[in-house]
C-alpha cells in the first residue's frame, strides 16, 4: 500500500496525519517507509529524521532510493525532505519520477507513506505513485471547497494512475462541543458521500498531538491512551481492511 496524505489547503493537519498513519502502520507490525515530498520538511522532523543528507530531490532526480534510506526505528524507514525540493520543475514524464524512483524498493515495505505539499508537481508525483488517497479536513467550510479540487485532481490521475483510489477524508483537530463545528462536519461528510468519498473518521482535538511531534515521538508511544491515538490506529484499520 502506498498512502498519499494530500489537500490543496494548509492548516488541515496533513503532515501529523501522515506521520500518525505511518506510526499506526508500524504499531501494527507492518514496515513503513515514509517519503517527504513537502519543502517545509515537517513530515521529516516529525518522523526523527536526518534532513542534512540526501533525501526526496536526489530522489526525484535519479539517485537510487536504497540509497536515501534512512532507518529511525524498527520497522520505520524515511527519505526525508531535501532543502531544494522545492526547485523541482516540470518535464516531460516528470510526474511519474517518484513512481519510476521508488519501484525498485516498493516490495520491501508493507506500507509507504508520502506527505506532499499543497500544490503542483510534487503532490502530482505522490498521486502518480499512490495506490490509496487519504484527505484530511478541518470541519470548515473553505474545507470543503479543498474536498472538491484534491478529488477531482486525484479522479485525473486516476488515469495514468489506476491503482489510485480515494481512500476517504478524516476531520482532523475535531471538537463537537461547538455547533457550528457538528454542523460543518455534517455538511462535510454528506458532500463527501455525494461525490462517492468515504468518511473515514475524526480525530479529536487533544494537547498529546502536538506535544508528541514536538519531541519527534510516536503518539502511540507518547500517549497511547489518548483519543487522538484511539482514532488514527481506527482510521488506519479501515484504510489497511480496504485491501
Do not use: W
Request: charged fraction near 20%; aromatic fraction near 6%.
Amino acid at each position: 500500500m502506498i498512502l498519499a496524505v494530500a489537500i490543496q489547503k494548509g492548516g488541515t493537519g496533513k503532515t501529523t496525519t501522515a506521520a500518525a498513519l505511518a506510526n499506526a502502520a508500524r504499531y501494527r507490525g507492518r514496515k513503513v517507509l515514509a517519503i517527504d515530498l513537502d519543502p517545509q520538511g515537517q513530515f521529516s522532523f516529525t518522523i526523527g529524521a536526518d534532513t542534512s543528507k540526501p533525501g526526496s530531490y536526489e530522489l526525484l532526480t535519479g539517485a537510487p532510493a536504497a540509497d536515501l534510506i534512512q532507518p529511525i526505528k524498527e520497522n520505520l524507514s524515511v527519505i526525508p525532505a531535501s532543502p531544494n525540493l522545492a526547485t523541482i520543475t516540470s518535464g516531460r514524464g516528470s510526474a511519474r519520477r517518484l513512481q519510476t524512483a521508488i519501484a525498485p524498493v516498493r516490495e520491501r515495505y508493507d506500507v509507504i507513506v508520502l506527505d506532499t505539499p499543497t500544490l503542483g508537481e510534487l503532490q502530482y508525483n505522490a498521486l502518480q505513485a499512490a495506490t490509496k488517497l487519504v484527505i484530511p479536513l478541518e470541519a470548515a467550510i473553505y474545507d470543503l471547497q479543498s474536498l472538491y479540487q484534491i478529488v477531482d485532481t486525484a479522479r485525473q490521475f486516476q488515469t495514468s494512475n489506476p491503482e489510485l483510489s480515494i481512500a476517504g477524508i478524516v476531520l482532523t483537530k475535531y471538537d463537537g462541543r461547538s455547533t457550528i463545528v457538528r454542523q460543518m462536519k455534517d455538511a462535510i461528510v454528506n458532500r463527501a458521500a455525494e461525490i462517492g468519498v468515504p468518511y473515514l473518521g475524526a480525530i479529536r482535538a487533544a494537547v498529546a498531538v502536538k506535544e508528541a511531534a514536538a519531541l519527534q515521538e510516536s503518539l502511540f508511544e507518547y500517549a497511547p491512551k489518548s483519543k487522538p491515538a484511539a482514532d488514527y490506529l481506527a482510521i488506519y484499520d479501515a484504510i489497511a481492511q480496504e485491501g
